[in-house]
């Protein structure tokens, strides 16, 4: 089963920017971010324990099995990661929107196509990042092959139990290893950042901040 994570974790992420999330994954020595091709289309704050599916397009599939059993056994809380090889087909839309939403989960992370994209936000607060938006149905056209396995998401190996955070810059990986100590050096980045702003406001000098505190 993925991780889970305490609740003080999970909200002392909630603030920070995934830039400064970026940041901290490499100073543990490991990219974080996924790629920039993933955008949110119903907008929110992710933060969560990855609940990991895997798919493939192959025509005359069947149903996706993996994604319904995430959605209706995971965790609430879980961030439902699909890896499609980028497929230009929706492997999430409206039904399985209310399926998480009902499992109180946090989001959806796709490395693939979502639709009804206009039911999602008119009706649901749930925020879901896709690699693109199509009308195609998954039925017939994805084979699912596997849940809560390791999986390559966004160019990125992402572990079931790793920490998501997304927000509009895009989607971050915690390995499950290191959140506690990205969660401190993130905190530290943002504090950091905010007292930088403020001398950069105060100097009149882009110039000034950055040299007092090597960041950029």
């Given at each position: 089963?993925?991780?889970?994570?305490p609740?003080?974790?999970?909200?002392g992420?909630r603030?920070?920017?995934t830039?400064?999330v970026?940041d901290?994954?490499e100073?543990v020595g490991v990219?974080g971010?996924?790629?920039?091709?993933?955008?949110?289309?119903?907008p929110?704050?992710i933060?969560?324990?990855?609940?990991?599916v895997?798919?493939?397009p192959?025509?005359g599939?069947?149903a996706p099995?993996?994604?319904l059993?995430?959605?209706?056994?995971?965790a609430?809380?879980?961030?439902?990661?699909?890896?499609?090889d980028?497929?230009?087909i929706?492997v999430w839309?409206?039904?399985?929107?209310?399926g998480a939403v009902?499992?109180?989960?946090?989001?959806?992370i796709l490395?693939?196509?979502?639709?009804d994209?206009?039911?999602?936000n008119?009706d649901?607060?749930?925020?879901?990042?896709?690699?693109s938006?199509?009308?195609?149905t998954t039925?017939?056209?994805?084979r699912?092959?596997?849940?809560?396995?390791?999986?390559v998401?966004?160019?990125?190996t992402v572990?079931?139990g790793?920490?998501?955070?997304a927000?509009?810059d895009?989607?971050?990986?915690?390995p499950?290893?290191?959140?506690a100590e990205v969660?401190l050096?993130a905190?530290?980045i943002?504090?950091?950042e905010?007292?930088?702003t403020k001398?950069?406001?105060a100097a009149?000098s882009?110039?000034?901040g950055?040299?007092?505190f090597n960041?950029?």
């Amino acid at each position: 089963m993925p991780a889970t994570y305490p609740q003080d974790v999970i909200e002392g992420f909630r603030p920070i920017t995934t830039a400064s999330v970026a940041d901290a994954v490499e100073q543990v020595g490991v990219r974080g971010y996924l790629d920039g091709a993933i955008k949110p289309v119903s907008p929110g704050k992710i933060v969560g324990p990855a609940v990991t599916v895997r798919e493939v397009p192959a025509e005359g599939a069947g149903a996706p099995v993996h994604a319904l059993k995430a959605i209706d056994e995971s965790a609430p809380g879980s961030v439902i990661c699909i890896a499609a090889d980028g497929a230009d087909i929706a492997v999430w839309g409206g039904l399985m929107t209310a399926g998480a939403v009902a499992n109180q989960h946090a989001g959806a992370i796709l490395d693939g196509g979502v639709r009804d994209v206009e039911e999602i936000n008119r009706d649901f607060a749930f925020p879901v990042q896709a690699r693109s938006t199509v009308p195609a149905t998954t039925l017939g056209r994805i084979r699912t092959l596997s849940l809560n396995e390791p999986v390559v998401l966004g160019g990125l190996t992402v572990e079931p139990g790793d920490l998501i955070v997304a927000d509009g810059d895009g989607v971050v990986r915690v390995p499950a290893s290191h959140v506690a100590e990205v969660l401190l050096l993130a905190t530290e980045i943002e504090e950091r950042e905010k007292e930088q702003t403020k001398l950069i406001l105060a100097a009149g000098s882009l110039q000034e901040g950055l040299a007092k505190f090597n960041r950029i």
